[in-house]
């Protein structure tokens, strides 16, 4: 509370003075924009061979883009929690998207909202539980819908709103800066999307653009997975094996059914479990239309199809959905960003783009995420601040989802809590990258057994090599150099060349799980096994 008077107080003090002295000290609003399994690659300031984002682009040239970002566990709601809480999943206790989250924590918002600031947050939160720290919200339940999605607000209620989610979300958010927002005080809004997590509906408009698009394959599409362990064999997120043909990829399920497939029963109950029921009489037609088309042309071509073109089928499916959303997604993005700019907001407002963890687009053959290799480990990253940071920079710091939290606080002046694992990005965004000092990004994934069945591992990654150890029901290590095999097809664990680099990386690695205090390296019998496994 005492900060909200010594910054009222300021600005008050401050009125009186001149209004360059106001801007100095005027702490930045926070725009926090977080999209859902958004891979870089459909990002076009990383990658342009398969869409053009130019609103997402905006906010990387007209400040930092970060090359080389990734998440410390690569699934939806632990790394929520960690943004919130600038900590890894055995800290903040959100291992998994199954185990509730410790309300009882202390998130930023927290402590933006006990600074002063006026704080808001629309869209998908993902906690099955309602944030603290924010004055206001309005949050998908769960996992939320695409189409006239159902949102909870601060008294509970539960709220339908027809239309489509990305533009929904957006509409709240301007809605909000326009009629709530009090220019008395900075704010912090948390701007979450929904898009493009799966099963990647998009608006009527985009789906019909989309689906009649052609995009260009990854060099491995057709991974085998012969180099690599039995992690990489066994998960379940091929898009050929496991991809569904009605859920997913919208191909109505009786005609899924007449060509002999054995249909999942989330195929079968296609209309019952997917987007489609949500839909007005007026939408299920502009819908149904385009997946009548799609139908037709599976029908036709699927019986003469081998596997490798039925993948390839599949795959241009896939991409068609998943990018019409995205088009979505940055066109609202460049809504929001041109409020700021119309209303005299962009100098002075950090805007920060980014995704909860990558995703596959096709790379090894999957889609998902889970995995430590780089399209789910890295995320995309980007941050705006005009006043402060200058237009045009990129950084291949390792910096991780949880210096959020850490970047932010300290952005705004407010102390940051000592328990938090994250790093203040600053240093980097000030052009200091020498005070930036992290070698190694650690990550450690444990939702198994469950769905895409990936097995727990942890590991870290340094600019040029990634050593993983995957456990529970396997013992078994990876080593990529990441040089050498971008795309990580050939593990180089058995290479003899490569066994002094793993004696160094596995030192680091277990100084890094000491340093973050991840529980098994501190035990004996971990520490003895770990010792027997570098006289290996
Ligand atoms: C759902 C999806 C999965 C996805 C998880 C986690 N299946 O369960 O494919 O991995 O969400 O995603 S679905 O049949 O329900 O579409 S996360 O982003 O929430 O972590
Ligand atoms: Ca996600």
Redesign the pocket.
């Known amino acids: 509370m005492w900060r909200l008077f010594a910054f009222l107080f300021l600005t008050a003090a401050l009125a009186c003075a001149s209004p360059e002295a106001e801007q100095k000290v005027r702490p930045p609003n926070i725009l926090f924009i977080l999209s859902?399994?958004h891979a870089y690659q459909a990002i076009s300031a990383y990658d342009t061979s398969l869409i053009r984002t130019p609103n997402i682009d905006r906010i990387a040239k007209q400040g930092m883009l970060f090359l080389n970002a990734s998440v410390s566990n690569s699934?939806?709601?632990p790394s929520r929690a960690t943004i919130l809480t600038g900590k890894h999943s055995h800290m903040h206790g959100k291992i998994d998207?199954l185990t509730p989250f410790d309300t009882s924590q202390v998130t930023f918002p927290m402590l933006f909202q006990e600074a002063g600031y006026q704080t808001a947050m629309f869209g998908k939160l993902?906690f099955g539980n309602s944030p603290k720290g924010v004055d206001d919200f309005m949050i998908l339940p769960g996992?939320g819908h695409y189409i006239n999605p159902d949102f909870i607000n601060k008294k509970g209620e539960r709220k339908q709103i027809e239309g489509y989610v990305t533009d929904v979300i957006t509409d709240l958010t301007l809605d909000w800066l326009a009629e709530k927002r009090n220019p008395d005080q900075p704010f912090l809004m948390m701007y979450m999307h929904k898009a493009p997590?799966?099963?990647w509906w998009p608006r009527i408009d985009k789906f019909e653009k989309y689906s009649k698009l052609q995009f260009p394959e990854p060099a491995n599409l057709f991974d085998d997975y012969s180099e690599r362990g039995t992690a990489a064999k066994t998960a379940e997120m091929n898009i050929l094996d496991h991809m569904l043909l009605s859920?997913d990829c919208k191909v109505m399920p009786e005609a899924v059914k007449s060509l002999g497939v054995i249909p999942d029963p989330?195929d079968e109950n296609f209309f019952k479990n997917n987007e489609f029921y949500r839909t007005t009489e007026e939408q299920r037609k502009g819908y149904q239309a385009i997946v009548d088309s799609i139908t037709n042309d599976f029908v036709q071509q699927w019986p003469e199809m081998d596997d490798q073109a039925k993948m390839r089928w599949k795959h241009q499916r896939y991409l068609q959905d998943y990018l019409g959303c995205i088009e979505s997604v940055d066109d609202n993005v460049g809504r929001v960003l041109d409020y700021l700019e119309a209303h005299g907001l962009a100098e002075n407002t950090i805007v920060i783009y980014m995704s909860?963890?990558g995703f596959y687009l096709g790379e090894h053959g999957w889609f998902?995420?889970?995995f430590m290799y780089q399209e789910s480990f890295k995320t995309p990253l980007m941050f705006r601040w005009p006043k402060e940071v200058k237009a045009g920079l990129k950084s291949k710091a390792l910096v991780q989802n949880l210096d959020i939290a850490p970047t932010l606080l300290a952005a705004a002046g407010i102390d940051i809590p000592e328990d938090i694992q994250g790093q203040s990005m600053l240093p980097l965004l000030n052009g200091n990258p020498e005070k930036w000092d992290r070698d190694a990004a650690y990550y450690h994934y444990y939702e198994y057994p469950a769905?895409?069945t990936v097995k727990r591992h942890y590991g870290i990654a340094t600019e040029r090599f990634k050593l993983i150890h995957f456990y529970y029901d396997v013992d078994e290590w990876e080593l990529y150099d990441l040089q050498n095999d971008p795309n990580e097809m050939h593990n180089l664990y058995y290479d003899d060349a490569y066994q002094d680099t793993i004696i160094s990386l596995k030192v680091k690695l277990a100084e890094v799980r000491r340093e973050y205090r991840d529980g098994p390296s501190l035990d004996k019998k971990f520490l003895n096994d770990y010792l027997k496994t570098l006289k290996r």
Request: net charge negative.
């Open positions: 859902d399994d699934i939806c709601a998207n993902h996992q997590h799966r099963s859920y989330r909860d963890q998902d995420k889970r769905e895409h």
